[in-house]
C-alpha cells in the first residue's frame, strides 16, 4: 500500500506541500513569536490584557473561521487583498495563503509555551548571562 502511494505524483506533492508549509509556519511562529512571549513574559504595560486577548484568538474561535478570516483578509476585493493584486501579490490558494493561516494559528501555541519557559527562568540569572 505505502509503494503505490508512493508512487503517485499528487500524493508526494502533497507532502512536499506540507512539509514545506510547516516548516515555513514554524520559522513564522518563532521569528515573530519569541520577541512577544519574552515582552509578555517579562514586562507589564499599559494595554496588556488587550494583546493577551489577541493572542489567544486563534484558540478561542474555530479553525474554519479562521480560514475565512485569512480568505477575507487577502481576497482580491476585501481587505489587503487590493493593494496586494494591485503589486502583483496573491496569497489565495497558494502556498504563502496556506502557510499564512497555518503560522496563524500556531503562533499562539508557541506564544504561550514560550512565554510560560520565559516565567520560569529567574530573571536575575538572565541578567548575569546577558553580562
Avoid: C
Amino acid at each position: 500500500m505505502i509503494p503505490k502511494a508512493l508512487s503517485v505524483v499528487s500524493f508526494l506533492q502533497a507532502i512536499e506541500v506540507t512539509v514545506v508549509m510547516s516548516t515555513l509556519s514554524a520559522i513564522i511562529a518563532i521569528i515573530m513569536g519569541t520577541p512577544i512571549a519574552y515582552v509578555m513574559a517579562r514586562y507589564d504595560f499599559h494595554l496588556k490584557s488587550v494583546v493577551d486577548a489577541v493572542i489567544d484568538i486563534p484558540i478561542m474561535i474555530p479553525h474554519i473561521i479562521v480560514g475565512i478570516m485569512v480568505v477575507l483578509a487577502f481576497a482580491s476585493y476585501y481587505g489587503l487583498g487590493p493593494f496586494l493584486k494591485a503589486h502583483g501579490i496573491n496569497f489565495i490558494n497558494t502556498l504563502w495563503g496556506a502557510t499564512t493561516a497555518v503560522a496563524f494559528l500556531s503562533s499562539t501555541y508557541y506564544i504561550r509555551v514560550v512565554e510560560a519557559s520565559i516565567r520560569m527562568i529567574n530573571p536575575e540569572m538572565e541578567a548575569v548571562a546577558r553580562t
